[in-house]
């Protein structure tokens, strides 16, 4: 083990004790930012359409084949996380969204300038998009890898409902801060660079202050303080405590999607993950249409924007206080979230007014709160600690998988009959529930393995 990730005086040297909390605060503000970011520029990005007279289904193309390239490449930078280390992946992560995001804002300030035409200017966005999708991707997996990796099976739900709960937090923040961050020369494209600084400043932070951890250790059980010192016991791997045997062999075998241990929960992950994506691509027309708002869909901004920050507030009640207060397993975290979520959804069919609207997707996103994490931790339970980060980049390649074409499908359905809409999303839900109770590992099961 480098001397680098040698605890602190007064720390355990095992992973089995809790991260040190400036550790966990510097991974989650490593995802925070990227969250926030992102929902910050679709804030944006129909009012900049609109500017560039460009139709929005391209501008979702654009993010279908980001969400693509971070389907194909999570798994590929989860595996190199294994030899490379999870503090270099989170690096090349950030990195990946800085290039992104910087570049991003620039193509559109120059189409808005007139500089480049309106084709030009989304063919530009769409290729500096896609550094976000290819690299960005690196980030995530990788942080909950590292957490993983370093709490003990009764805490994994818990620590990686919290690193998780930071997207939630960033879909409240990005929203907010976008119309503060836009400034004059600038315009809409402000909040494009104002994080990019920002992450540049996470990046300097990554890289000063958590420790580099030696890929022979990253995702095993125990790793000793260092050789020989007062919190070394080779008791502990003797004990089959939660821990392997301190050193990764010089191969782990790939893990495949369709290894029967995480299976069911892939599956799961992934219907559940369509109809979340379904409904968030259909609340905002949703709104429009029930709200009478299509004439003039700028008058449509303020009560989007307040039923998308009820439905992130809700996801953070789920991640902050239901899982940890019930201490929800993954299986009940899972079934009882996309039963709440299918409840929401239904009541969002039949709402006519703001209130009933935010009260409907409110529920489903506290459904959908309870249930992602619940997928996350279930499938990082049911491997072995040597195969979380080939674990971590499968969940993350699945949750981008749902946002290829689920919100072009559910507006597509939607746009024919909203009836259609909801009713394939309710059928997404029960299809997760028969999926989850006949195949989804008992919590008491995933929680005794050693």
Known sequence: MTQADTPPPGEKGSVTASLPRSRVALLFTVMLVTAAGNTAMQSVMPSIGTALKVHDFWISLAYTWSALLWMLCAPFWARRSDRRGRKAMMALGLTGFISSFGLCGLALWFGLQGYLGALGTLLLFAACRSLYGGFGSAAPPAVQAYVASRTSRAERTQSLSLISSSFGLGTVLGPALAPLLIVPGLGLVSPFFAFTLIAVVVLIALRLRLPDDAPAYAARGEVLAAPFSANSDSRM??????????????????????????????????????????????????????????????????????VLMAGAIATLLAQWGIIPLWKLGPRASSLWGVSLAAMGVALLAIAQDLHAITLGTSIACLGFGLFRPGFTAGASLAVSRAEQGQSAGIVASVNGAAYILAPAIGVWLYGHSSWIGFAVIELLCLAVLAVGIKGLGRDEDLLSQR
């Open 237 to 306: 791997r003797e004990e089959g405590s939660d821990a392997d045997d301190g050193a990764l062999p010089p191969e782990v075998p790939d893990l495949k999607w369709t290894d029967r241990r995480i299976r069911p929960w892939l599956v799961a992950g992934l219907l559940g993950g369509h109809a979340q994506a379904m409904v968030m691509g259909i609340v905002g027309f949703l709104i429009l249409d029930r709200l009478g708002l299509r004439a003039t869909p700028m008058a449509g901004a303020g009560p989007t924007g307040l």
